[in-house]
């Protein structure tokens, strides 16, 4: 079994900065790839950022340039940085962890952190 725990959401102005924290713990054999969304209120979830195995990233246009998805692997932890952030930004933050060697056998989800951007 494994958990995932989101942590470090909150309230911030227009032009703030945010770091979300996604911690995995268990039986955590290999990872390939680690993935954060987002969902608003009425939206469907998205993909914001991802980070595989070998540390090859990947973002959502809307968020390109202004996050940065990290890796901390002797904590098992993997950030994301948010930067310049908008009030369209404002949404409940979700890590997905893909568990595979050389495809995804398992993944889990962790319940979410919210995101507040507001003046």
């Known amino acids: 079994q494994v958990q995932v725990v989101e942590s470090g959401g909150g309230l911030v102005q227009p032009g703030g900065s945010l770091r979300l924290s996604c911690a995995a713990s268990?039986?955590?054999?290999?990872?390939?790839?680690v993935g954060w969304y987002r969902q608003a209120p009425g939206q469907q979830r998205e993909q914001v950022a991802q980070?595989?195995?070998?540390?090859?990233?990947d973002y959502a246009p809307s968020v390109k340039g202004r996050f940065t998805i990290s890796r901390d692997n002797a904590k098992n932890t993997v950030y994301l940085q948010m930067n310049s952030l908008k009030p369209e930004d404002t949404a409940v933050y979700l890590c997905?962890?893909?568990?595979?060697?050389?495809?995804?056998?398992?993944?889990?989800w962790g319940r979410g952190t919210q995101v507040t951007v507001s003046s």
């Open positions: 997905n962890v893909e568990l595979g060697t050389y495809y995804v056998e398992y993944d889990y």
């Open positions: 980070i595989t195995n070998s540390g090859d990233t």
């Open positions: 268990g039986s955590i054999a290999s990872v390939y790839a």
